[in-house]
């Protein structure tokens, strides 16, 4: 099965840029679950997102995410895990979740 | 003749967990057993089979395999069927013909992943044979609401891979306290306050404690000894229950604890939460169960409500506050302290719980007694009239109208 961990976090915490010892932890993070990790990416803040939708055929976009919530998606993690207990013990292992929560959606597979 | 009906009930978990594990798939175990306890009706007239158990396990089994063949791809999901363990499908005459999966199921059913009632109505279903009308009954909801649950469930078990497995020995405490929070939640849902649907409500509490004695027999199994909280729970539950006679006067209103007829109280029940209750407290620090279970044991064993330990129980609130901070346990603490030291105690305490607490009737309605006990009549009738205004349940709202009615104040 494969999950996607969607990283989920009071982005105020990055403005001044990251912290050394949490990269440090993303970084063995990483190499902790290397076999597992399929890719993953952080994400630049919300204040560089635009949102595009299409109504009637037309294209609306506009500033920022969709809507304003507490905590902002910022980065995510795509692993392989046998089933959702494995996925959600490496979600628990994300540096992130102790600050913010880790969403495990498993992918869609279409056959 | 067999009791087909009760033996339902009685197996229907045994043999529905070992058909998923056979199959991988809840709705298909779940078909084909219902299939094969229909057939039974037929074929076990005249004479039943000398197996009952093998009998409907293997041709639950047969029905399964069938249904499997019978679907359009059924090339493709069979090779897809995954844990498919040829094992169960070899041997079919003695009891070990049906291996006993009721462990993985408790966990899958509890599993936290899952939303709360959720895992309270797929636990009642899968593992206490319960039938999808009996359970909305119970809850009060329509029975395609319920059936709608049940579905969603069971279709987040499938599609987010819960797995159908016993956690690793890291995440068993964790995952032994959901599975717990559950039968407790069951059990309160039959041991809150009565109203018509008294039998079904009874159902779910002897519901509770059945599948709590089943928990603590498998983990004893699987581990050889069991978590001091399950034999907690267990007690607590017993000890509640064995009131249940007493608690409910014939017009169906609550009986308080004070004026129950102790007579009525169940005395096997009393003894066996005592027991248990005293073999946790000699091997285990008390954790929130065993403190609860304290808390009714020093009632169930006092002769009289005059004779109640309350300086006993002050202390064990006190406790249980201290691992489970919240305020309707301070609520109770002060109620017993008030017993305990006087209503002037206990008023200070209840009074500082005003902020949390005063949206909440029975804040209101303590507040009130102990106002009434202290002579301050026209403020009781104020808290009272408080708390009737926030409570709904139509018992409550007769007993606080007949406190009303005491104090000589109208009631509208």
């Known amino acids: ?111 | 003749m067999i009791d087909l009906d009760r033996l339902c009930r009685a197996e229907w978990g045994h043999l529905l967990s070992s058909l998923i594990r056979a199959f991988g798939d809840f709705d298909i175990a779940e078909e084909a057993l219902q299939e094969a306890f229909s057939a039974a009706v037929v074929a076990w007239s005249p004479v039943p089979p000398n197996n009952p158990l093998a009998w409907l396990y293997g041709t639950a089994r047969h029905r399964a395999i069938d249904r499997i063949r019978q679907r359009a791809r059924s090339q493709t999901l069979l090779a897809e069927l995954a844990p498919f363990d040829e094992r169960h499908l070899q041997s079919t005459d003695g009891d070990d013909a049906v291996p006993d999966e009721r462990l993985r199921l408790i966990f899958t059913c509890c599993h936290p992943a899952l939303a709360e009632e959720a895992r309270v109505a797929l636990t009642l279903r899968t593992l206490g044979g319960l039938t999808t009308e009996e359970i909305a009954h119970a809850f009060l909801v329509p029975a395609s609401t319920m059936a709608q649950r049940l579905v969603r469930a069971k279709s987040k078990i499938r599609e987010a891979a819960i797995p159908y497995a016993i956690p690793e020995a890291a995440d068993l405490p964790e995952r032994v306290s959901a599975v717990m929070a559950v039968l407790y939640l069951i059990f309160n849902e039959g041991y809150a306050a009565a109203q018509g649907k008294e039998l079904l409500r009874q159902a779910l509490s002897s519901e509770a404690i059945e599948l709590t004695r089943l928990l603590r027999a498998l983990l004893y199994a699987r581990l050889g000894s069991v978590p001091a909280e399950v034999d907690s729970l267990l007690a607590l539950m017993l000890l509640h229950d064995a009131r249940r006679a007493a608690r409910v006067a014939p017009d169906g209103d609550l009986v308080l604890l004070e004026e129950q007829d102790r007579a009525r109280w169940d005395r096997a029940e009393i003894q066996e939460g005592c027991t248990l209750l005293r073999a946790v407290l000699e091997r285990a620090r008390p954790g929130t169960y065993a403190l609860e279970a304290a808390i009714a044991a020093v009632h169930a064993e006092s002769p009289s409500a005059e004779a109640t330990d309350w300086a006993e129980i002050a202390g064990l609130y006190a406790r249980l506050l201290e691992l489970h901070p919240s305020p309707v346990v301070a609520l109770n603490r002060a109620v017993a302290v008030a017993m305990a030291d006087g209503c002037d105690a206990g008023l200070a305490l209840i009074d500082q719980l005003e902020p949390a607490l005063h949206g909440y009737h029975l804040w209101h309605a303590a507040r009130a007694d102990l106002l009434r006990r202290l002579k301050r009549r026209s403020e009781a009738i104020i808290s009272y009239q408080r708390a009737r205004a926030l409570a709904h349940n139509a018992s409550e709202l007769r007993f606080l109208a007949r406190r009303l009615a005491e104090l000589g104040a109208p009631v509208s």
């Open chain 1, 1 to 111: 099965m494969k999950y996607l961990l969607l990283i989920y976090d009071t982005e105020k915490r990055w403005e001044k840029g990251y912290e050394k010892l949490e990269l440090a932890e993303y970084g063995a993070f990483g190499k902790e679950f290397a076999t597992q990790i399929l890719g993953g990416n952080a994400l630049k803040p919300t204040s560089t997102a635009t949102t595009v939708r299409v109504r009637d055929g037309k294209r609306i976009t506009t500033d920022g995410p969709f809507a304003e919530t507490k905590e902002q998606l910022g980065g995510y993690y795509l692993v392989e895990a046998a089933d959702l207990d494995e996925a959600l013990g490496i979600a628990a292992k994300i540096p992130g979740a102790r600050y913010g929560s880790v969403e495990v959606r498993p992918l869609m597979i279409f056959a």
